[in-house]
């Protein structure tokens, strides 16, 4: 979808959002389905993406952003690595680690391929997310605003709680470095202060 478009679509989320309608305890299975995938909150899900605990501290407008337009700003560490095989397949994820004679990228599934190197003709870095950019189409209307109320619900504070870290440190400390980031995403007790 062109950005001007996405941007529309942000509007009007934006606009209909009515938080005494929508529900956090139905949004937790809407994350659960979509998003579990590729992210953990309070503990539960996949670190492919992000860790997201404290992710509601950003505020209805940014988190509409975050999840209707994935594309606008990845944070390098999060750039797509291409590669292109010699049987002429393209697999596309994001890089996790080298095994052996093989690179393990996780898919757009979440889930980790490994291929060998040997069958690699050549390999980038691409600027896309790997999170898909057509939840607005594939979430209800409805779906997505308890969505929202269930990632609003887990703001600053009980990230405070959790990392012992105030939202103001936080912030002063800006985003982690990326080296630092990849490598923390492998560890499930790290969280990444990605969210400054
Ligand atoms: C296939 C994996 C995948 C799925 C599925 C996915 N994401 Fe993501 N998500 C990512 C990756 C990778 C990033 C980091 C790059 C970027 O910002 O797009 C990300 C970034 C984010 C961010 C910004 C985090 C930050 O620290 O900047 C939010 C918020 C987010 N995702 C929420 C969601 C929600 C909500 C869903 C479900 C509707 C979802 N994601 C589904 C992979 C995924």
């Known amino acids: 979808m062109p950005s001007g478009e996405l941007q529309k679509l942000i509007d009007e989320r934006r606009a209909a959002f009515d938080p005494k309608k929508a529900s956090a305890p139905r949004g937790e ?3 659960t389905l979509n998003c579990q995938p590729c992210h953990q909150i309070d503990g539960g899900g996949n670190v492919v993406g992000p860790q997201l605990d404290g992710v509601g501290g950003r505020g209805l407008e940014r988190l509409l952003e975050d999840v209707l337009d994935p594309n606008r700003n990845v944070d390098p560490a999060f750039h797509t690595t291409m590669v292109s095989l010699k049987d002429g397949d393209v697999q596309s994820g994001l890089f996790r680690r080298e095994e052996g004679e093989a690179i393990v990228l996780a898919n757009s599934a979440g889930k980790e391929v490994s291929i060998p190197k040997k069958d690699i003709v050549e390999r980038r870095a691409s600027t896309t997310s790997l999170m898909p950019e057509n939840f607005g189409e594939i979430i209800s209307p409805a ?54």
């Open 29 to 31: 299975k809407v994350f």
């Open 143 to 196: 779906d997505f605003d308890d969505l929202m109320a269930f990632l609003l619900a887990h703001g600053p504070n009980r990230r405070q709680s959790r990392a012992g870290v105030s939202p103001a440190q936080v912030c002063e400390a800006g985003r982690v470095e990326p080296l630092a980031l990849t490598r923390s995403l492998d560890r499930r007790d790290a969280r990444p202060t990605l969210w400054a």
